[in-house]
Structures are given as structure tokens and as C-alpha cells.
């Protein structure tokens, strides 16, 4: 479902739980810098409940101004969920340190169901970095695979002229290193958006026989359409790469769309996804890769985050129940 507006979520009711005879088992959300990352939470209805929640938080950012925003939103997600949850519970982790973001994130998740099966659960995909939100939905679905899991999803009105820059490294995202065979060349799909230099350098470090490179249309919000082809172009002119486009805006229909363009080369490529593009498109990308063992994700972790300007306002609302 998409609403226009977090206005129109409003006056629709804002977000109530998933069975609405009973509260929700579990609310996920992270605090970001962004200040959209707590647009979802605050428009929460009024009567909604959730037995538990915890809000993931990223600890290493290089700049204090940075954390002194990210620690605000911590505060104001606390205050809402300390209202409308039993349990609102922080959970510290880390964006450039892997294992420390699957230990804290994994632990965080093994206090909760413990007294009953988690039965519905809501995350808000907004702020979590990219490969945090994979590892997250993937300890939840190796711990409750029967669990209604509904994703929501806010669209910012506009970003910043740079959203990352710089580069600390590209690897693969723990527990999705996939299946290689070394007889087999190596096929990249990337699933690209706003950031060609991460792109590029996901490019340059596979070193791939062939690339596939998606183009979000439709995006999240058709003002974005422009700023994807440019971006999508700058690529193009430094690499040689096969396009397609799928959909930004849809995590099922981006789902249907790439299962059945990877599933087609598993028999002859070792595949590797890169997904650098909406959150939305990358929970599709972690469904896919979830029935398909063989499928390695990759992450390209940036050098720096455009904190100050990364985006601004809010638009478009998502909501979507997983698959």
C-alpha cells in the first residue's frame, strides 16, 4: 500500500498493528542522522501496541555532530515506543564493523520470543544502512519463519547533490557469501541508484566476466526518475554493462522481476547481487537471495555519509507485508 503523503497515512488511521485483534510481537526500527528516520514511528495510530521493540543504532560515525543528531533521534524514538511497546530496548551495533553489527543485532533478537512465538512483526526499513537491514531480516526469518513480517518504507522529498563519497572497503554480507565454483565466471547484478562511484568500485573490485546493471523505474517518487538516468549514464561511460530496469518502488514486483532474471544463470554463472538502490528494492533482493543459497550480496561500505544534507523532508509511504 502507498500513501501519498505521511499526512494521508494519517488521516487513514496512521499505522495500527498487524492483527488487529491483538498488539504486534515485535516493532524494529533504527536511528539514523536522517530526519525521516522517525516519520514511520511517529505516525504509529494512536492505539498501537507492540509487546516488545528495539531500536538499532549505529555507533561509529566519524563526526560528533553527527552522533549528537543520531543520539536526538534515539531519544524521540524511545519516547514513542516507550508509549505504545511493553519493552523499548537500544541496541548498539556498527556500520563498518560486520561482526559486531551480526553479534548485536543477533543478540538483541535472541531476548525476544523467548516466551512465545513471535507472530507479526513491523520494521521500519527507512533509516537501517543497507546490509544491517539484510542481516536483520534474516535473523528474523532464521528465527520465526512463520512470522507476518510488514515492512514499512519512508521516501524523502528530496537528497543531497552527494549522498557517500570515499571507500572503506567492499565485501560480502555475513551469511550471504553464496556458493563460488571456480570453474564458473562470475556475473554481477547491481541494482543501482544515486551513488555511481559505489557502483564503479563495486564493478572494479569483482572484476566480473559480466555485469547486469538495474535501473530503478519506477523510482520511489517520480521526481527521482532524472537524477536515476544521470546517475545510471555516468556508469554506462565507465564500464561495459548489460541494462535492465526494475521496479524502485515495489519490493514483490522487484522480487517476481529479478528471481526470474537471476535464476537463469545460477546454472552457469556464479552470481553476486550488489543492491544500491532503495530500501524497498533491497529487501527484494534479500528474499531473493534467501531461495537461492547460491546468490553471494555484496556491500560497498562508503568512506563517508553526507550527514548534513543526506536528504530532506518526507514523501511517499510504503507499506508491504514480506513474503
Known amino acids: 500500500m502507498m500513501y501519498e503523503t505521511l499526512d494521508d497515512l494519517m488521516r487513514a488511521g496512521g499505522i495500527g498493528p498487524i492483527d488487529r485483534q491483538k498488539p504486534d510481537d515485535l516493532y524494529v526500527v533504527a536511528a539514523s542522522f536522517e530526519p525521516r528516520g522517525t516519520a514511520l514511528t511517529r505516525a504509529l495510530a494512536a492505539t498501537y501496541r507492540a509487546r516488545r521493540s528495539f531500536i538499532y543504532v549505529n555507533r561509529d560515525l566519524d563526526s560528533t555532530p553527527a ?54 512483526i513491523t ?47 567492499v565485501r560480502s554480507i555475513v551469511g550471504f557469501a553464496g556458493i563460488q565454483q571456480p570453474s564458473r565466471p562470475t556475473i554481477l547484478v547491481v541494482l543501482s541508484g544515486f551513488e555511481g562511484d559505489r557502483t564503479v568500485k563495486l564493478i572494479e573490485e569483482y572484476e566480473p566476466s559480466r555485469v547486469l546493471l538495474g535501473f530503478g523505474d519506477p523510482p520511489t517518487l517520480p521526481s527521482f526518475l532524472e537524477r536515476n538516468i544521470s546517475e545510471h549514464r555516468l556508469v554506462l561511460a565507465r564500464t561495459d554493462v548489460d541494462e535492465f530496469r526494475f521496479p524502485a518502488n515495489d519490493i514483490s514486483a522487484c522480487d517476481a522481476l529479478l528471481d526470474q532474471k537471476v535464476t537463469s544463470l545460477l546454472d552457469s554463472y556464479n552470481v553476486v ?20 543459497p547460491e546468490i553471494q550480496l555484496a556491500y560497498s561500505l562508503p568512506g563517508e555519509y553526507n550527514w548534513t544534507d543526506y536528504s530532506t523532508g518526507t514523501s511517499h509511504v510504503f507499506i508491504e507485508e514480506l513474503r
Open 273 to 292: 547481487i550488489g543492491p544500491m538502490c532503495t530500501k524497498l528494492s533491497t529487501v527484494a533482493v534479500f528474499q531473493v537471495a534467501s531461495r537461492h
Open 123 to 169: 520494521i521500519d526499513i527507512t533509516p537501517f544502512n543497507r546490509e544491517a537491514l539484510i542481516v536483520c531480516l534474516a535473523l528474523l526469518r532464521a528465527r520465526c519463519s512463520s512470522a507476518r513480517i510488514r515492512a514499512g518504507y519512508v521516501s524523502p522529498a528530496s537528497h543531497g547533490q552527494w549522498l557517500s563519497r570515499g571507500f572503506r572497503g
Open 67 to 120: 552522533t549528537q543528531v543520531t543520539d536526538s533521534a534515539v531519544r524521540k524514538l524511545k519516547d514513542e515506543l516507550e508509549a505504545k511497546t511493553d519493552l523499548a530496548e537500544v541496541v548498539e551495533g556498527s556500520w563498518a564493523d560486520a561482526p559486531k553489527q551480526l553479534g548485536s543485532l543477533a543478540t538483541a533478537l535472541g531476548r525476544v520470543g523467548t516466551d512465545q512465538p513471535l507472530a507479526t
